[in-house]
């Protein structure tokens, strides 16, 4: 049974860093594609950064040179860090993982205010 349990969030002011992580169970992470969408009230939801099997990673524009998706396959753990954070990164955050079928974590909430 695959799982996906996300931590991290919550307030953090604008320019500030935070860290989202996803616990994966049921499927190693290395081989499967995993990513982070996150979807701001009024908007669809979107990819943030994805890592295929390979290592490969992609960026949304919107925070490319901002944030750094990685994993630690002996954790079985995806990781988001956002850095330099922007009011508009204000969202619920998702992980995400392709094994066959789409997986979501549940979102959590990332706030950017002063």
């Known amino acids: 049974q695959v799982q996906l349990v996300v931590s991290g969030g919550g307030l953090v002011q604008p320019v500030g860093s935070l860290r989202l992580s996803c616990v994966v169970s049921?499927?190693?992470?290395?081989?499967?594609?995993a990513g982070w969408f996150r979807q701001a009230p009024g908007k669809q939801r979107e990819l943030v950064a994805g890592i295929g099997s390979s290592g490969t990673t992609n960026y949304a524009d919107s925070v490319k040179g901002r944030s750094t998706i990685s994993r630690d396959n002996a954790k079985n753990m995806v990781y988001l860090q956002m850095n330099n954070l922007k009011f508009e990164d204000t969202a619920v955050y998702y992980c995400y993982i392709y094994y066959g079928r789409d997986y979501w974590g549940q979102g959590t909430q990332v706030t950017v205010s002063s």
């Open positions: 049921g499927v190693k992470i290395d081989l499967v594609t």
